[in-house]
């Protein structure tokens, strides 16, 4: 997140639902983020909110075990007209979440360069799966228009984080990366390096997972590994398995058991360049 500021956002629920339909808004700002369950699609109708010009991104849920999730970014004129769209024709997802704004004043111009960032950003930050077939292309807007926008494009990124999609977010950060506490997990053929985030155990890009396993390797662990390899996180290069991206484990645990292949206590195992434990680091 780049902006570090205190703020203040909204929730409201229409229906009284916590589950259900959710509008957000930071007090301060024109930009407003409504979340609809799929299943809620039909009461969604009635929101005047997703009814305007805007992006939206629908959201799926991971399959299997350490897989990322789906996500698909795009724009419209009336997002909820090409939501019921997408409720025909796209089977992955979940929840959408459409951002536009509290005084109707986007314009397709605006959607246009919304949905380009939107798409980058999370593309780089690899917390979700993108499904878009094709890269939005970068629209020409006018220079004041785009002040604008990269405005409010924090708004935006707070907006989807506080209700509970950090797409925008990157999962690690490039003083993460080189601060002295970065951590190390190796063994046979393994030298993994990552960092203990709010996210959980993030294994950095470039990372060596042990290519085969032990006999008596949990079915989770298994199962992990071959989700990792099916979607292309996991390559095999040079006799180990690469990690070609950054990636996040719930647990410090899940993510040596990946790397080493074997049931594994990632709080020993996760060391810093001193040789200091996980646990020692942060539960001592």
Not at 65 to 92: I, M
Not at 122 to 140: K, T, V, Y
Not at 170 to 193: F, M, N, S, V, Y
Not at 220 to 248: I, M, Q, Y
Request: with cysteine.
């Amino acid at each position: 997140m780049t902006d570090a500021r205190p703020k203040t956002i909204q929730i409201f629920l229409p229906n009284g639902n916590p589950q259900g339909i959710r509008v957000a808004r930071i007090t301060s700002r024109t930009v407003q983020a409504t979340e609809i369950p799929r299943k809620k699609l039909g009461e969604a109708e009635k929101r005047k909110e997703v009814r305007g010009v805007g992006v939206y991104v629908l959201f799926g849920s991971a399959e299997g075990d350490a897989g990322k999730p789906p996500a698909y970014v795009g724009e419209a004129e009336n997002c909820f007209e090409r939501l019921e769209v997408h409720q025909q024709r796209k089977d992955f997802w979940t929840t959408a979440v459409a951002i536009t704004s509290r005084t109707r004043s986007f314009t397709k111009a605006h959607a246009k360069r919304l949905e380009y960032d939107c798409h980058r950003v999370a593309r780089d930050a690899q917390r979700f799966r993108l499904q878009n077939n094709q890269e939005p292309s970068e629209p020409h807007v006018p220079e004041p228009m785009l002040a604008e926008l990269q405005d409010n494009f924090e708004a935006v990124q707070t907006l989807f984080a506080t209700l509970g999609y950090p797409i925008l977010d990157p999962l690690t950060t490039d003083q993460q990366r080189q601060e002295r506490q970065a951590l190390q997990c190796q063994g046979r053929g393994a030298d993994a390096r990552g960092a203990y985030t709010e996210d959980g155990l993030v294994v950095f890009e470039g990372s060596e997972a042990r290519l085969d396993t032990v006999e008596s390797v949990p079915d989770l662990v298994l199962r992990r590994r071959e989700n990792l390899r099916e979607e292309g996180t996991l390559v095999e290069e040079n006799g180990a398995l690469v990690f070609k991206e950054d990636h996040p484990f719930d647990s410090p645990s899940g993510a040596a058991g990946v790397v080493l292949g074997r049931s594994s206590n990632g709080w020993r195992e996760w060391k810093d360049l001193k040789g200091r434990t996980l646990d020692e680091i942060e539960r001592q």
